[in-house]
């Protein structure tokens, strides 16, 4: 016996107990779960406000290119809207005119550079991969025709965005400011 009558009791550990390390796991597992579905929500902020970007980057170029030339380019056209209107998409004819290195058909003769892109593009794409579309007022009458609105504007700019179709809730627009 011990000094106090209680027999040899051997201590007790003092380590985490099965359920006490089952509940941390659950709760790591459930903050790991609220920070990657901040994570998504980040994520696609982040490419709307890119595509935005593109967008006002797109319009802004276009709109300095009038000014300069008193007129839009003629290029081929990519598109053409059910409601008239001629669409365009950011390929090499347009990356080619607002690059201004390149004189593309004659136009853009002053090589302005309105946008920088990549030395090697010859598309500019918007976060999803989807090329920017372009309405432009090349009959001069103040009005285009961008996914099936009519707009008192001489250049809409669009992005369908992630899920790549037009007239759909995901598009950003010049028009619409979201």
Known sequence: MTARGYGNVRSRSRGFTLIEMMVVIAIIGLLA??????????????????????????E????????????????AADSVS??????????????????????????NAKKISYMDFNLNATEFRDPWGNRYRIALDTDYDGKVTAMSENLRLSVAVWSAGADGTDDTDDDVTSWRKQ
Do not use: C
């Open 33 to 58: 779960g609220l920070i990657m579905a901040g994570l998504n929500v980040a994520r696609r902020q982040s490419a709307n406000v890119k595509a935005r970007d593109g967008v006002e980057q797109l």
């Open 60 to 75: 802004t170029a276009w709109n300095a290119y009038y000014v300069d030339y008193g007129s839009f380019p003629t290029i």
């Open 82 to 107: 059910p409601g008239g209107g001629t669409h365009y998409e950011t390929g090499r004819a347009v990356i080619q005119i607002l690059r201004g290195r390149e004189n593309h058909n004659g136009q």
